[in-house]
């Protein structure tokens, strides 16, 4: 059902100083910031040859990851996205499986245009998994 780890996701409490030292410090190749009022999120991509991370901003203070960075000050590692075919059929047996699937349970476009949906972490051990159909 999973294909390629699509990126791991970092919130973080300042997106321009965090953009910063991934791209001065370690030389990495940076998106520019992208506002994702639906997800409540400012993103900037960071590119690396099998992957990418992902740093997340609170946008406005209904964000769903400002709770993360009240517990996370300096933040910390928030999902990994993985890569599904086909996110609907993925969501349907996940479910029958027992997952729980956050929010409404239909997929909503992400920051590359994509459908994605978020899995329960509590049901992975955990970790919150994205899903990301490509």
Known sequence: ?????????????????????????????VSEAQALAEHGVTVVFVD??????????????GSPVSN???????????????EVDDIKAARDELMDKGARILGDGEPKIGAHGNPVLFLHP????GCLIELEEV
């Open 1 to 29: 059902m999973i294909k390629r780890l699509n990126h791991l996701a970092i919130v973080v409490p300042d997106l321009a100083a965090a953009t910063a030292t991934y791209r001065d410090t370690l030389g990495a190749q």
């Open 48 to 61: 690396l040859p099998n992957t990418r991370i992902e740093l997340l901003e609170p946008l406005g203070d």
């Open 68 to 82: 993360f960075l009240l517990r996370n000050e300096g933040g910390g590692i928030h999902h990994m996205c993985v």
């Open 122 to 125: 509590k049901d992975f051990h």
